[in-house]
């Protein structure tokens, strides 16, 4: 039988099994999205820092170059003796239209040292061509807001450096005072070149970082932190350079354009441990339920039913006590104890139906075997005999000699009777202290007959001494006999009183006989021994 536990040892480890495995994997998500989607976002964040300072490094560089470019043209001594008006064929033998294309140089700025416009030269950006000027006006006048800028740094005392001039389209500048080769003597004036940040530009940047660059021009300060927006698989990404301008504060935006391949196969790659990690976690954990009711829960519910004495086959209980874990040992240990416990009943259930003096069946038992008896004649012609046995002048045995030795007599007595009760397959019991009750079913009366004289004369056969009896010089019995249809009634108890009043006539004709109940010879007795007992 499998009776239902409410709170199971089953229910009660699924239950916290299946908490523990909610709890790891809210931890999980909750470490994911608190420490390594952040960590994941920071390293993507620092990979575009990373390429957004490359980019400026190269920038920078671009700036150097140009500023030692005029640096290089500005610190000779041809250069020094043109802006002196010394060296007129200067113009021609050092500028083109294929130097200024292969330099990348927008614009060559001369001014003398009152800061005059001394020599220009430049490609027009309208129209491709290769310009020179004494001043920036007419067909130059493309140049004029570039020398304004150039002519205030000169007087600001900032034409000593590269910088962002960005009042038109950006373009990168370098500007050095014009000295001897040697550096000696005072300037002659002053040296600004160029460079358009144009397309073409962007192009050569493009080519040299690896990365495609755009540039923008913000009408704001240049902020520390760098601007990332991300779309799709790209993050754009923008630095903000700082350009000076006299006016309003104005700030160079250098922008790339990132794939976030890495970031996103990293992300890719990190669900698919997280993915994996719970589904490893949930057969971790369903391995273990099952283990856990293999190897526990099903041999605890198999203890169980044992304990419980239920229903349980004799090859589990074999299983449970050979293990030799605690499930065993707890398995032996009430094995045991059943045992001591059946020993214990036997001995219990024995006491309450046998007699303790002789060994033989008592007056309880008697009479169940007596209703049993009874219950069981099927047909009128069966019948079932009682007899009553009765010790003659056994007070006078006890009297002369001792009550222990009338014990001993009363054994002796019994070992005959139940010698004969097992040869001729009847039932005799103890009902009183030397009173014998035998039930004889399936039998005839001359056969009941036939029994107690057998029995009579087994008790003669002992001989056990009796010098102050009556009746022999040895220990006689007395045996009344009534048959199952002699009771009106046919009640067991009816049938009962009968044999004892048939003992009594034994009694009464001399004792050491047996008697038949008669209701002839009964209605001679007196009324006390008419009553049933
Ligand atoms: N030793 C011993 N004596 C017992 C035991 N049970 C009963 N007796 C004795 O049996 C005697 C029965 O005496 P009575 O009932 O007067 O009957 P009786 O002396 O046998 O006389 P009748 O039955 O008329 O022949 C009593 O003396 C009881 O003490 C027992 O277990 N051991």
Same mark, same amino acid.
């Given at each position: 039988?499998?009776?239902?536990?409410?709170?199971?040892?089953? @229910?009660?480890?699924?239950?916290?099994?299946?908490?523990?495995?909610?709890?790891?994997?809210?931890?999980?998500?909750? !470490?994911?999205?608190?420490?390594?989607?952040?960590?994941?976002?920071?390293?993507?964040?620092?990979?575009?820092?990373?390429?957004?300072?490359?980019?400026?490094?190269?920038?920078?560089?671009?700036?150097?170059?140009?500023?030692?470019?005029?640096?290089? %043209?500005?610190?000779?001594?041809?250069?020094?003796?043109?802006?002196?008006?010394?060296?007129?064929? /200067?113009?021609?033998?050092?500028?083109?239209?294929? =130097?200024?294309?292969?330099?990348?140089?927008?614009?060559?700025?001369?001014?003398?040292?009152?800061?005059?416009? /001394?020599? #220009?030269?430049?490609?027009?950006?309208?129209?491709?061509?290769?310009?020179?000027?004494?001043?920036?006006?007419? $067909?130059?006048? *493309? =140049?004029?807001? %570039?020398?304004?800028?150039?002519?205030?740094?000169?007087?600001?005392?900032?034409?000593?450096? +590269?910088?962002?001039?960005?009042?038109? $389209?950006?373009?990168?500048?370098?500007?050095?005072?014009?000295?001897?080769?040697?550096?000696?003597? &005072?300037?002659?004036? %002053?040296?600004?070149?160029?460079?358009?940040?144009?397309?073409? *530009?962007?192009? @050569? =940047?493009?080519?040299?970082?690896?990365?495609?660059?755009?540039?923008? #021009?913000?009408?704001?300060?240049? &902020?520390? +932190?760098?601007?990332?927006?991300?779309?799709?698989?790209?993050?754009?990404?923008?630095?903000?350079?700082? !350009?000076?301008?006299?006016?309003?504060?104005?700030?160079?935006?250098?922008?790339?354009?990132?794939?976030?391949? +890495?970031?996103?196969?990293?992300?890719?790659? @990190?669900?698919?441990?997280?993915? %994996?990690?719970?589904?490893? =976690?949930?057969?971790?954990?369903?391995?273990?339920?099952?283990?856990? $009711?293999?190897?526990?829960?099903?041999?605890?519910?198999?203890?169980?039913?044992?304990?419980?004495?239920?229903?349980?086959?004799?090859?589990?209980?074999?299983?449970?006590?050979?293990?030799?874990?605690?499930?065993?040992?707890?398995?032996?240990?009430?094995?045991?104890?059943?045992?001591?416990?059946?020993?214990?009943?036997?001995?219990?259930?024995k006491m309450?139906t046998h007699d303790a003096l002789t060994g033989l069946p008592n007056r309880r038992l008697f009479?169940?075997?007596? $209703?049993?008896? @009874?219950?069981?004649?099927?047909?009128?012609?069966?019948?079932?005999a009682v007899m009553m046995l009765d010790i003659d002048h056994f007070k006078l045995y006890n009297d002369h000699y001792g009550h222990p030795e009338g014990d001993v007599c009363l054994q002796r007595i019994a070992d005959a009777m139940y010698s004969l009760a097992r040869t001729r397959n009847f039932f005799i019991a103890r009902t009183g202290g030397e009173e014998f009750c035998a039930l004889l079913?399936?039998?005839?009366p001359d056969k009941a007959r036939g029994i107690g004289e057998q029995l009579l004369a087994a008790i003669d056969g002992l001989q056990i001494p009796h010098s102050t009896s009556p009746v022999k010089p040895f220990v006689t019995i007395s045996v009344g006999i009534a048959?199952?249809?002699?009771?009106?009634?046919?009640?067991?108890?009816?049938?009962v009183s009968c044999a004892d009043q048939a003992l009594y006539l034994a009694k009464e004709a001399g004792r050491h006989q047996v008697a038949f109940f008669s209701?002839?010879l009964a209605?001679g007795l007196t009324p006390e021994h008419n009553a049933?007992q």
């Open positions: 039988m499998h009776r239902h536990i409410p709170r199971s040892l089953r @229910f009660r480890f699924f239950a916290a099994l299946g908490g523990l495995l909610i709890c790891a994997i809210v931890a999980l998500a909750a !470490i994911s999205s608190s420490v390594i989607f952040p960590a994941l976002q920071a390293e993507e964040r620092q990979a575009v820092k990373r390429e957004l300072d490359r980019v400026e490094r190269s920038f920078q560089l671009e700036q150097q170059q140009l500023l030692a470019q005029v640096r290089d %043209w500005a610190h000779w001594d041809d250069t020094y003796q043109f802006v002196q008006g010394d060296y007129p064929r /200067y113009k021609d033998v050092n500028f083109s239209q294929e =130097m200024f294309d292969d330099m990348r140089y927008q614009l060559m700025a001369f001014f003398n040292n009152a800061g005059e416009v /001394y020599f #220009l030269a430049g490609i027009n950006p309208t129209t491709g061509n290769y310009q020179t000027c004494e001043t920036p006006n007419d $067909e130059c006048a *493309w =140049m004029e807001p %570039w020398v304004n800028r150039m002519q205030s740094a000169i007087d600001g005392d900032r034409a000593d450096q +590269s910088a962002i001039y960005a009042d038109q $389209e950006p373009v990168m500048v370098g500007s050095t005072p014009i000295l001897r080769t040697d550096k000696s003597g &005072s300037p002659a004036g %002053w040296l600004f070149k160029t460079r358009a940040l144009d397309d073409e *530009w962007l192009s @050569f =940047m493009e080519e040299y970082t690896g990365l495609p660059i755009n540039l923008s #021009l913000t009408r704001q300060a240049a &902020s520390s +932190s760098d601007a990332l927006s991300f779309s799709g698989n790209i993050v754009h990404a923008e630095r903000y350079l700082p !350009i000076y301008s006299p006016l309003t504060p104005v700030s160079l935006g250098i922008g790339i354009e990132l794939n976030r391949t +890495s970031y996103l196969t990293s992300l890719t790659t @990190f669900r698919y441990v997280l993915l %994996w990690t719970a589904v490893l =976690m949930i057969l971790v954990i369903a391995v273990v339920l099952l283990l856990l $009711e293999k190897i526990v829960l099903k041999p605890l519910r198999l203890l169980t039913q044992f304990t419980q004495q239920l229903d349980i086959h004799e090859t589990d209980v074999h299983k449970l006590t050979r293990r030799s874990d605690e499930i065993g040992l707890l398995s032996r240990a009430f094995q045991k104890q059943f045992t001591f416990q059946q020993q214990l009943n036997d001995e219990l259930l309450s009479d169940q075997q007596l $209703e049993t008896a @009874f219950s069981d004649t099927s047909t009128d012609s069966d019948s079932v079913p399936h039998i005839s048959m199952q249809k002699d009771a009106k009634s046919q009640s067991p108890s009816a049938v209701p002839q209605s049933p």
